[in-house]
């Protein structure tokens, strides 16, 4: 039984807020590929409509899929894709296909058809490339609108994350396949 419940798009950005490594996924119809590598480099960027920023190296592959589809997909890893999120981003999928390589089980988002994946993660969403301009040429970050987006109830609850379970917590990239997981939550009161 999926744990996955669809989340309010005013609350998307919550999903990225605290610098999760994420997946970024894509797909492209017309030579029937899809893609998947991990990135620790994305932020929200917009409220409303609902943005996001990525950055996804001129030499990726994914860079290339999603130009020319002009979406992707994001999947926020739990502590148990720790290796699936490692193996994606060390190798290119341009001559693989990197979910039935490493056994990642991908379901379609409901509104762009991209590949997201729910087991061993915690949240996904699927975005709209936002029209290319001149800097695209000059740097590697990509804009997206979310278009739909969900995450699993037991941990992100009313629009915000509780990392109460060890193991439905994040990652977060420290270099050479090293993780931290997000640590204790902590709550601002008020006074000095
Ligand atoms: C934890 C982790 C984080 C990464 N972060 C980024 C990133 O933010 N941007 C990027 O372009 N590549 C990043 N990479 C590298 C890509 O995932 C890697 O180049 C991948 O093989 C590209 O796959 P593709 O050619 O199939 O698109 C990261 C790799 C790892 C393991």
């Not at 999760?20 to 409509?49: G, K, Q, Y």
């Not at 609902?50 to 030499?59: C, F, L, Q």
């Not at 990392?163 to 640590?183: A, E, R």
Request: aromatic share 8%; hydrophobic share 45%.
């Amino acid at each position: 039984m999926s744990h996955f419940r669809p989340v309010a798009l005013e609350h998307a950005s919550r999903l990225l807020n605290h610098g999760p490594t994420i997946l970024i996924t894509s797909r492209d119809d017309e030579i029937d590929r899809r893609n998947i590598m991990a990135a620790a480099w994305s932020m929200p960027v917009e409220f409303s409509p609902p943005r996001i920023a990525i950055v996804v190296d001129k030499s990726a592959w994914s860079r290339e899929l999603i130009l020319r589809s002009g979406m992707f997909g994001i999947v926020v890893p739990g502590v148990a894709a720790t290796n699936w999120s490692y193996a994606v981003g060390s190798v290119t999928g341009r001559d693989e296909d990197k979910f039935n390589c490493y056994g990642i089980p991908a379901i379609a988002g409901p509104v762009l058809g991209l590949p997201v994946v729910e087991e061993k993660c915690l949240a996904w969403m699927e975005c709209r490339l936002l029209p290319p301009t001149a800097a695209l040429e000059k740097y590697d970050t990509l804009f997206g609108e979310v278009v739909s987006a969900a995450a699993d109830e037991r941990a992100f609850i009313n629009g915000r994350w509780h990392f109460d379970d060890d193991q439905l917590n994040t990652l977060h990239h420290l270099g050479g396949g090293t993780f931290v997981t997000s640590g204790k939550i902590l709550t601002a009161g008020a006074g000095k």
